[in-house]
């Protein structure tokens, strides 16, 4: 249970914002809550006025952006469908609505054993004045209260015209309130007690909107605590304290309907007769789950990573700024200055590039900074979550927790042992850097599809994409624990980046640079030998000479293309088959590149032939007629001649430049 144990302690170090809306995101437009105990979040669709003395007002529909709001429940009303257990304060209309029978058509509730709603609207008022009479009275509850029990709620919202009825004086069927049944509508209440608000009170005692008062929230809970409870060990804090079975929904977002704990299956195979009940095989504390269960929502808004159904969420246990598994190296980069703009570590260099080029020691003193301003005993906890459908059981699929130091080294462990040059595009600008591409771009380049010119990634008949689901599961221990990548996915890589003319020329560059990486890893993985992309002129190893021969071949064909060709070399069509039979290939593709040879010019012809006799001088006779597959290493070899190349050509521009410059 470290992971509950994890949350708890995140929702102790921030209780102080229990109850409190904040204004989250970059546009400030998104809600978030860290929700009391005993309290959940719906999304109202009507708003009703009272004065503090109980009396109507007014009252409005409300817009869609504006509906979340905080409710007080109950264990049984939290993880209701469409029972009949009232939520305590604020509820839809067939459970507040004192003449609900009077403007709804009446409707058999099988389940129930009900024809008419008139028992909800009374086991409501109950234990609406049951807490009224309480020692744990709130004046704003009271008068919700006090209106309510007049009955009368869909006499006033029909004469406000929020409600609308047909010619028989029924509420009309058709109409709907954000897409909700107008006769289900949800009602929050606003309790306007003429007080002057006091706008350095942070408690909202002052605000006539009760989902928002936390002086409201404490009275509920403190009610809540003192009802006599069933009391068991709790296995999450050892403790004997009020145990429940009850486990909240909504935990990746306001629809999800999944739960991440779960005890209520009393007919299946459950106990298989071991236990009597099931907190015999299980009892967790409710404080204790509503603690865990209520940060982890928390966290997930304010920062989790959600994408067709798995949720992944990282935070630092200070809840410090953090770098995050899905980010690329460019991208760690450009957060150093969202995140520590203020800090002395920032280095303007390192935020405000001018050339397009993101390197290695850029990359290095970002995380450098991220290292400043940890606490030695500061934790990072990453967990994944994941479900088949919106209904039914969430499982974790990955929890981990390291110290802070150790999850930065992990990463920079994971970009050095990767790290090739890579490129996007940012703003619509290309830019390369040095380190390992995202989750997602990886995903693209092992399993992406070419559909107008972008890789994209096979949607099921709900519209997920499963594959990126896979490989973020199977890529995140590698990245945090140092596991070894798995074989069968650098095998795909190399597999693709061999089939250049099945993609546009940006969309294989993307996927080569992708699988040098993962060979890159892998040989360091498994092997321990160390590879860069500087090309090492005096290696061996026959499938990095045979790369290194391909892109020779290529090159020197391409000199002689006009600057307007954009045909693909030789090279380039007989990758495939080159990478299978390479010896046998090889003299397919060296044939057809004489006649390029000779059309160039002969300083050019020289140099490319010489260059291609000293990368045979490399091979064994026996090496060099080997035909069997070649493996990932032709990659790097082929990248790293290419590499050399255009930054020798390069150098060689630049050096013209200067002398033209010093000659004038």
Same mark, same amino acid.
Request: hydrophobic share 35%; charged share 25%.
């Given at each position: 249970?470290? *992971?509950?144990?994890?949350?708890?302690d995140?929702?102790?170090?921030?209780?102080?914002?229990?109850?409190?809306?904040?204004? *989250?995101?970059?546009?400030?437009? #998104?809600?978030?809550i860290?929700?009391?105990?005993?309290?959940?979040?719906?999304?109202?669709q009507?708003?009703?006025?009272?004065?503090?003395?109980?009396?109507?007002?007014?009252?409005?529909? $409300?817009?869609?952006?504006?509906?979340?709001?905080?409710?007080?429940?109950?264990?049984?009303?939290?993880?209701?469908?469409?029972?009949?257990?009232p939520?305590?304060?604020?509820?839809?209309?067939?459970?507040?609505?004192?003449?609900?029978d009077?403007?709804?058509?009446?409707?058999?509730?099988?389940?129930?054993n009900?024809?008419?709603?008139?028992?909800?609207?009374?086991?409501?008022?109950?234990?609406?004045?049951?807490?009224?009479?309480? %020692?744990?009275?709130?004046?704003?509850?009271?008068?919700?209260?006090?209106?309510?029990?007049?009955?009368?709620?869909?006499?006033?919202?029909?004469?406000?015209?929020?409600?609308?009825?047909?010619?028989?004086?029924?509420?009309?069927?058709?109409? #709907?309130?954000?897409?909700?049944?107008?006769?289900?509508?949800?009602?929050?209440?606003?309790?306007?007690?003429g007080?002057?608000?006091?706008?350095?009170?942070e408690?909202?005692? +002052?605000?006539?909107?009760?989902?928002?008062?936390?002086?409201?929230?404490?009275?509920?809970?403190?009610?809540?605590?003192?009802?006599?409870?069933?009391?068991?060990?709790?296995? $999450?804090?050892?403790?004997?304290?009020?145990?429940?079975?009850?486990?909240?929904k909504?935990?990746?977002?306001?629809?999800?309907?999944?739960?991440?704990?779960?005890?209520?299956?009393?007919?299946?195979?459950?106990?298989?007769?071991? +236990?009597?009940?099931?907190?015999?095989?299980?009892?967790?504390?409710?404080?204790?789950?509503?603690?865990?269960?209520?940060?982890?929502?928390?966290?997930?808004?304010?920062?989790?990573?959600?994408?067709?159904?798995?949720?992944v969420?990282?935070w630092e246990?200070?809840?410090?700024p953090?770098?995050?598994?899905? %980010?690329?190296?460019?991208?760690?980069?450009?957060?150093?200055?969202?995140?520590?703009? %203020?800090?002395? +570590?920032?280095?303007?260099? @390192?935020?405000?590039?001018?050339?397009?080029?993101?390197?290695?020691?850029?990359?290095n003193?970002?995380?450098?900074?991220?290292?400043?301003? @940890?606490?030695?005993?500061?934790?990072?906890?990453?967990?994944?979550?994941?479900?088949?459908?919106?209904?039914?059981?969430?499982?974790?699929?990955? +929890?981990?927790?390291?110290?802070?130091?150790?999850y930065?080294?992990n990463i920079?462990?994971?970009?050095?042992?990767?790290?090739?040059?890579?490129?996007?595009?940012?703003?619509?600008?290309?830019?390369?850097?040095?380190?390992?591409?995202?989750?997602?771009?990886?995903?693209?380049?092992?399993?992406?599809?070419?559909?107008?010119?972008?890789?994209?990634?096979?949607?099921d008949?709900?519209?997920?994409?499963?594959?990126?689901?896979?490989?973020?599961?199977? @890529?995140?221990?590698?990245?945090?624990?140092?596991?070894?990548?798995?074989?069968?996915?650098?095998?795909?890589?190399?597999?693709?980046a061999?089939?250049?003319?099945?993609?546009?020329?940006?969309?294989?560059?993307?996927?080569?640079?992708?699988?040098?990486?993962?060979?890159?890893?892998?040989?360091?993985?498994?092997?321990?030998?160390?590879?860069?992309?500087?090309?090492?002129?005096?290696?061996?190893?026959?499938?990095?000479l045979?790369?290194?021969l391909?892109?020779?071949?290529?090159?020197?064909?391409?000199?002689?293309?006009?600057?307007?060709?954009?045909?693909?070399?030789?090279?380039?069509?007989?990758?495939?088959?080159?990478?299978?039979?390479?010896?046998?290939?090889?003299?397919?593709?060296?044939?057809?590149?004489?006649?390029?040879?000779?059309?160039?010019?002969?300083?050019?012809?020289?140099?490319y032939? #010489?260059?291609?006799?000293?990368?045979?001088?490399?091979?064994?006779?026996?090496?060099?007629?080997?035909?069997r597959?070649l493996?990932?290493l032709?990659?790097?070899?082929?990248?790293?001649?290419?590499? #050399?190349h255009y930054?020798k050509?390069?150098?060689?521009? %630049?050096?013209?430049?200067?002398?033209?410059?010093?000659?004038?």
């Amino acid at each position: 249970m470290n *992971w509950a144990s994890s949350l708890c302690d995140l929702y102790e170090k921030n209780k102080h914002l229990a109850g409190k809306f904040q204004s *989250w995101g970059k546009d400030g437009q #998104k809600q978030l809550i860290l929700l009391p105990l005993s309290h959940n979040t719906v999304l109202a669709q009507i708003e009703v006025a009272l004065d503090g003395q109980g009396n109507f007002l007014r009252a409005r529909t $409300l817009a869609k952006e504006e509906a979340l709001t905080l409710i007080p429940v109950t264990e049984a009303s939290a993880i209701r469908t469409s029972g009949p257990e009232p939520h305590p304060l604020m509820d839809s209309l067939p459970y507040i609505a004192g003449d609900y029978d009077s403007y709804v058509r009446a409707k058999e509730d099988k389940e129930n054993n009900l024809t008419t709603y008139r028992g909800r609207y009374d086991q409501y008022i109950r234990n609406l004045e049951a807490w009224c009479l309480s %020692d744990y009275v709130h004046k704003k509850a009271t008068a919700v209260f006090i209106y309510l029990k007049k009955a009368h709620l869909i006499k006033d919202l029909i004469r406000e015209k929020v409600l609308i009825v047909d010619d028989d004086g029924f509420l009309l069927a058709s109409k #709907k309130v954000q897409n909700i049944a107008q006769e289900k509508a949800f009602v929050r209440f606003r309790v306007e007690t003429g007080e002057t608000p006091d706008l350095s009170d942070e408690t909202g005692r +002052f605000l006539p909107e009760i989902w928002k008062d936390t002086t409201l929230h404490s009275s509920y809970c403190r009610y809540f605590q003192s009802q006599p409870t069933k009391e068991m060990l709790c296995y $999450l804090t050892g403790d004997i304290n009020r145990v429940t079975g009850s486990y909240p929904k909504k935990i990746r977002n306001e629809g999800d309907q999944t739960k991440i704990i779960s005890s209520n299956d009393t007919d299946g195979y459950t106990f298989r007769g071991r +236990f009597a009940n099931s907190y015999e095989a299980f009892s967790i504390g409710y404080e204790a789950s509503q603690k865990a269960l209520n940060a982890l929502k928390w966290i997930i808004r304010r920062q989790g990573y959600l994408r067709d159904g798995l949720c992944v969420v990282t935070w630092e246990s200070d809840l410090k700024p953090y770098v995050s598994v899905f %980010d690329d190296a460019a991208d760690i980069v450009a957060h150093i200055n969202d995140d520590y703009c %203020d800090d002395d +570590f920032t280095d303007t260099a @390192l935020v405000e590039q001018d050339t397009n080029q993101i390197t290695a020691a850029q990359f290095n003193r970002a995380l450098d900074g991220y290292f400043e301003v @940890l606490n030695n005993n500061s934790d990072m906890v990453v967990m994944s979550l994941d479900a088949v459908s919106t209904k039914g059981r969430l499982a974790m699929t990955y +929890f981990n927790r390291m110290p802070s130091s150790h999850y930065i080294k992990n990463i920079a462990f994971w970009h050095e042992s990767c790290r090739w040059q890579h490129a996007k595009y940012v703003n619509k600008r290309r830019i390369f850097f040095e380190g390992m591409a995202a989750l997602s771009d990886i995903a693209l380049a092992l399993y992406g599809t070419e559909q107008n010119g972008f890789l994209k990634l096979k949607t099921d008949a709900n519209g997920k994409a499963p594959m990126l689901v896979s490989t973020f599961q199977r @890529l995140i221990p590698c990245m945090l624990e140092r596991k070894l990548i798995p074989k069968d996915m650098v095998r795909l890589a190399v597999l693709r980046a061999s089939t250049p003319l099945a993609y546009e020329n940006y969309n294989w560059r993307k996927i080569l640079s992708v699988a040098c990486s993962l060979v890159k890893k892998t040989k360091l993985d498994w092997k321990g030998e160390a590879w860069d992309m500087t090309l090492q002129e005096d290696c061996t190893d026959r499938s990095y000479l045979y790369g290194r021969l391909l892109a020779v071949a290529g090159l020197a064909e391409e000199a002689t293309y006009n600057p307007e060709e954009k045909r693909e070399t030789n090279a380039m069509r007989y990758m495939n088959a080159f990478s299978r039979r390479p010896y046998r290939t090889w003299q397919i593709i060296y044939e057809r590149l004489k006649p390029y040879l000779n059309k160039l010019p002969e300083a050019y012809n020289v140099y490319y032939k #010489k260059l291609l006799t000293e990368i045979h001088a490399l091979f064994t006779p026996e090496l060099f007629a080997d035909d069997r597959p070649l493996d990932g290493l032709y990659l790097l070899g082929y990248y790293s001649q290419i590499r #050399k190349h255009y930054s020798k050509k390069n150098d060689q521009q %630049d050096s013209k430049s200067e002398e033209k410059g010093g000659n004038e």
